[in-house]
């Protein structure tokens, strides 16, 4: 008896419970006949849902375990790189189930190719920017802090993304750099190697000038200036014979070159004291003009033979 009760449960689940779980899954939009028919049903829906909660469960640990020895600057720049490869991997999920759930993905992968070439032509900088900003990141070329020069501009960097790095000029400006142009243009990283740089302040003096009081007047406008180093020593070049001067150049050693220009400006004001005071001359462009008389000759020496 247990036995013929059990029965007609049993063939109520195979058959009526299983088959109306089918026909809600099979629910939704039905377009197209034939091999061409696209069906967008809820089994499709929870399927994808399924596959992209699985996915993110799998990114995150995949990115916990690849980070979990890095140091905090290092772990930030693989999350930004990582934020964008993910983006990647969940449009090939979608269409791999898709696929798998029955739907031909040929014609959608044809006309996304060609969209994708169009936007690919459209967006063809921005792409660039960002390929030079991974590349950044990756080999660390450039750093939080580095003082870079870019057209004519010097700027300390404070940010770097993907698609642009962001410095903060002399002038207290915000100066945003798409990051492809360190890849395609000559950059100027002041602070690559090191923190240390040369400077120099280039003043020209009058002819007849007594070059070795020169040199010493030079030297003594950077004692006790602060900002420079004692070592390396500071020294004074000759650099030519100019038009109208005789052309020196003091050079001296910084570790802060965003400071430069001040520094510079106030070694300016003390040559000025100092060869006012010791009566060295700094010339202005001088040119010597020559005049020629020149007596016409008149009509009738000309024509009278």
């Known amino acids: 008896m247990i036995q013929d009760t ?14 109306e779980i089918t026909d809600f899954l099979n629910l939704g939009l039905h377009v197209g006949e034939g091999e061409n028919s696209i069906h967008i049903t809820i089994g499709l829906l929870l399927t994808l849902s399924v596959a992209l909660v699985g996915t993110a469960v799998l990114l995150r640990w995949l990115r916990s375990f690849l980070t979990r020895k890095m140091v905090q600057e290092d772990k930030m720049k693989f999350v930004t790189i990582f934020k964008y490869i993910k983006y990647v991997i969940y449009v090939a999920v979608v269409l791999l189930t898709m696929s798998a759930a029955g739907i031909d993905i040929t014609l959608l992968i044809t006309a996304s190719a060609a969209l994708f070439v169009g936007v690919g032509l459209a967006l063809q900088e921005l792409f660039q920017d960002i390929i ?4 950044i990141l990756v080999d660390k070329s450039l ?7 870019v057209d004519g501009k010097v700027g300390k960097v404070f940010e770097i993304k993907l698609r642009s790095t962001r410095a903060l000029t002399r ?17 100027y990283n002041y602070t690559q190697n090191h923190r240390t740089t040369r400077e120099a302040v280039r003043v020209g ?9 020169v040199t010493d007047l030079l030297l003594k406008s950077l004692e006790n200036q602060k900002g420079i180093l004692k070592n390396p020593k500071p020294f004074v070049l000759f650099d030519d014979f100019g038009d109208s001067a005789l052309l020196f150049s003091v050079h001296f050693f910084i570790n802060d070159s965003f400071s430069d220009p001040r520094i510079k400006s106030e070694i ?27 007596t016409p000759v008149s009509v009738q020496q000309k024509g009278g033979k």
């Open 268 to 294: 300016r004001y003390r040559i000025d004291a100092l060869f006012r005071e010791h009566g060295v001359t700094i010339p202005f462009p001088q040119r010597d003009v020559h005049f020629f008389a020149h």
């Open 143 to 149: 750093r939080v802090g580095d003082i870079v020069e």
């Open 132 to 135: 030079a900003g991974i590349l």
């Open 6 to 19: 059990a029965s007609p449960v049993k063939d109520f689940i195979e058959k009526d419970f299983w088959s």
């Open 205 to 213: 003096v009058a002819y007849g000038s007594d070059v070795q009081k």
């Open 171 to 187: 002038d207290d400006k915000v100066l945003v750099i798409p990051n492809h142009k360190f890849l395609s243009e000559v950059i």
